[in-house]
Nanobody, 118 residues
């Protein structure tokens, strides 16, 4: 059974940093593209970036391009999203996903809340 579990979310002040983790089980993550998505309150889910199998980042959202960095540790079967200079508009539920050769995600985590507020 494939499972992706996000962790590391919570409340952070504007300008702060947070790192989300995505733990995978039931698959070998080194064969998968890891993607991060976000759903802000009242908005549709949007793709933020995806992390290729060679750790390259492909960004889908310009607003996070110079602030968020995706990475992976295949030995630990983990993906990460380092978020810097957080803004209130970054508030939302963050999802990781794993796709075999695609950034769309064949498998999804349950999501984790990130709230950016003074």
């Amino acid at each position: 059974q494939v499972q992706l579990v996000e962790s590391g979310g919570g409340l952070v002040q504007p300008g702060g940093s947070l790192t989300l983790s995505c733990a995978a089980s039931g698959l070998s993550l080194d064969q998968y593209v890891i993607s991060w998505f976000r759903q802000a309150p009242g908005k549709e889910r949007e793709g933020l970036l995806c992390i290729g199998t060679t750790d390259d980042n492909i960004y889908y959202t310009d607003s996070v391009k110079r602030r968020f960095i995706g990475s992976r540790d295949n030995a630990k079967n983990m993906g990460y999203l380092k978020m810097n200079s957080l803004k209130p508009e970054d508030t939302g539920i963050y999802y990781c996903a794993a796709g075999l050769g695609n950034c769309g995600g064949d498998y999804w985590g349950q999501g984790i809340q990130v709230t950016v507020s003074p």
